[in-house]
Structure formats: C-alpha cells, structure tokens
Nanobody, 124 residues
Framework: QVQLVESGGGLVQAGGSLRLSCAAS????????MGWFRQAPGKEREFVAAISRTGGRTQYADSVKGRFTISRVYAKNTVYLQMNSLKPEDTAVYYCAARDAIVVVTRSREYDYWGQGTQVTVSS
C-alpha cells in the first residue's frame, strides 16, 4: 500500500506556472505507475498525465500537451507536475494517483491509490 500527499496548488494568473508535488510513502515508490488527474466543479475527473515505473514513458492529455511535464524523483519518493502557460480552464482540484502495474493508462478506475487533492485556480 502507498499513501499520497499532494502540495503546490494555489492561485495564479493566466500564463503563469505552478509545480505540483506528490509525496509517496509506504511501499516502494518505484513499484508504481504514477498519474495526475483533475476535477473541475460539475465535471468528471479527467486524466492529465502519467509516468511509468521507470520514468521512461510519459503520457499526456491533449489539452495539456506541450504545457505540462510530469516527472519523478526516486530519491525523494515524489512525482511532480510542472504546469506552464496556465489557462483559466486548467482550474480544478488536482489529484495524484498510483497504479500497481507496469502499463501506463489514462482511466481513473485503473488506479489503486489516491491523494486528497490540491486546488489550482487560474485567474483570467
């Protein structure tokens, strides 16, 4: 089992940047594929980005491709989401998730563990 704690959310103007962090504790961090999802008010949770166990493969939603970067630092048991050129439509609660499997997937139901979420608000 793994516990996930997100941080780094906040209020930023359109065009600005934020870096979200997700600290993992418990079972070996390298055992998990990691993902970021987000949920805006009144909308379903949607996939943002994911990174494989080894860090060698990443996948992004089309809406964030070229603006967001997912990475992981094994020494810190942490996965990051660097968000640049933020837009008001990026406003949401962002969740970190872990999947105890090799394959990188985009479906939220395929992830086993979730953090509590961190709010990101982008003003126009």
């Amino acid at each position: 089992q793994v516990q996930l704690v997100e941080s780094g959310g906040g209020l930023v103007q359109a065009g600005g940047s934020l870096r979200l962090s997700c600290a993992a504790s418990g079972r070996t961090f390298s055992s998990y594929t990691m993902g970021w999802f987000r949920q805006a008010p009144g909308k379903e949770r949607e996939f943002v980005a994911a990174i494989s166990r080894t860090g060698g493969r990443t996948q992004y939603a089309d809406s964030v491709k070229g603006r967001f970067t997912i990475s992981r630092v094994y020494a810190k048991n942490t996965v990051y989401l660097q968000m640049n050129s933020l837009k008001p439509e990026d406003t949401a609660v962002y969740y970190c998730a872990a999947r105890d499997a090799i394959v990188v997937v985009t479906r939220s139901r395929e992830y086993d563990y979730w953090g509590q979420g961190t709010q990101v608000t982008v003003s126009s």
